[in-house]
């Protein structure tokens, strides 16, 4: 068995690098979905509104 230490180390490691892939994934998601947005918004059977529906 491992000391409790070791594992709560271990486990804290992978949370990091788990949130730091997410924080990742999300910057990436953020800027497709802005590049999606202003790409459609120059269509001309696009309507802008001010509220953005």
């Known amino acids: 068995?491992?000391?409790?230490d070791v594992v709560h180390r271990a486990l804290r490691e992978i949370y990091e690098r788990v949130d730091t892939l997410h924080s990742k994934?999300?910057?990436?998601?953020?800027?497709?979905?802005?590049?999606?947005?202003?790409?459609?918004?120059?269509?001309?059977d696009v309507t802008l509104t001010e509220s953005g529906f």
């Open 25 to 44: 994934q999300q910057q990436t998601m953020t800027a497709e979905g802005k590049q999606f947005l202003d790409k459609n918004a120059k269509l001309d």
């Open 1 to 4: 068995m491992f000391p409790v």
